[in-house]
């Protein structure tokens, strides 16, 4: 019995300001989790989440 276990969701955290993948969580936080941009110095607990490409290899057309 093979079973795969295929877990390739990886997500990462895009900055809402800048766009920038340099965002970071910060704890410790009263209010929840909340997030630092070291590109353009936001923090908040919005961020933008976002799915890795899966096929970042393949040209489109
Ligand atoms: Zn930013």
Redesign the pocket.
């Known amino acids: 019995m093979t079973r795969l276990r295929h877990k390739k969701r990886e997500s990462f955290l895009l ?1 809402p ?4 993948p ?2 970071f969580l910060v704890a410790g936080m009263i209010t929840g989790q909340v997030y630092l ?1 070291k ?4 923090q908040g607990s919005l961020v933008l989440e976002v799915d890795a490409p899966a096929d970042a290899t393949t040209k489109p057309g």
């Open positions: 900055c300001q800048c766009r920038s340099e965002i941009c590109n353009c110095g936001y």
